[in-house]
C-alpha cells in the first residue's frame, strides 16, 4: 500500500465539483422546471465563476481559468431558465 | 486609477462561490420542495468538496480547507433534504 498523493485527490476534487453543475443543467433543459431553484445561488455563483475565470487571466493559471469557463457553462444555462421561468423566482 | 488587484479579484470570486449555496439552502429549508434539483449535482458536488477539503489538509493549505468546510454545510443541507424527499428523484 501507498498513500494517495494530495495531488490525485486534488484533481479529483476538481473533476467532481467541476462536472456537478451538468446533471442539473440537463435536467433543468430537459423538465424546464426551476421552482425549487434559487436563484440567488445562480446570479451568485455565475458571477463568481465569471470572476474566477478573470482571475485566472490575471494570474495566467490554466487549470482555474479551464476549470472555469467549463463549469460556466451549465451554471449560465441553469441561471438563463430561471429568470426567463414563468412562475415567481426567489 | 490603479488596476484592481488579482488578489482581490481572487478572494471576490472565492466570497461569492462560496457563500452562492447559502441562498439554495435556506430556499430548500423553507420550501421543502427540491423536485427541479439535482440529485446528481448534489451527489457530486457534495462529494468534491468533501475532497476538497481533504485535499485542504493533506496540502495544509487554510483557504482552501476553510472555504470548502463552509460551503459543505449548504451543500449539504440541500443533498440530504432531496435524498429524503418523497417525491421521485434524479
Known amino acids: 500500500m501507498f498513500p494517495m498523493p494530495a495531488e490525485v485527490v486534488g484533481y479529483a476534487a476538481a473533476s467532481l465539483t467541476t462536472i456537478s453543475f451538468f446533471p442539473q443543467a440537463v ?50 444555462v441553469v441561471l438563463q431558465r430561471k429568470i426567463t421561468a414563468k412562475h415567481p423566482s426567489s
Chains 1, 2 share one sequence.
Open 27 to 76: 435536467k433543468t433543459l430537459r423538465s424546464g422546471d426551476t421552482r425549487s431553484i434559487s436563484l440567488g445561488m445562480y446570479a451568485l455563483f455565475t458571477s463568481g465563476v465569471m470572476l474566477w475565470s478573470i482571475y485566472g487571466v490575471m494570474v495566467a493559471d490554466g487549470p482555474v481559468l479551464i476549470a472555469n469557463l467549463i463549469t460556466l457553462i451549465p451554471a449560465a
